[in-house]
C-alpha cells in the first residue's frame, strides 16, 4: 500500500512539472479526451 502512495505521489509531481501549471495539467486531459472521442 505504501508503494502504492509513493508511485501516486511520483506520478503527480511529473504531470504537474510537464504542464507547469495545474491548468496545464487540466488542459493535457481535455486534449486526451477529445482525441479518444474523435476516434468513435
Known amino acids: 500500500m505504501k508503494f502504492a502512495r509513493q508511485a ?3 506520478a503527480l509531481v511529473a504531470l504537474l512539472a510537464g504542464c507547469g501549471t495545474i491548468d496545464g495539467v ?3 486531459i481535455s486534449g ?7 476516434w468513435f
Open 32 to 38: 486526451a479526451a477529445r482525441t479518444v472521442q474523435s
Open 8 to 10: 501516486g505521489l511520483v
Open 26 to 28: 487540466g488542459q493535457d
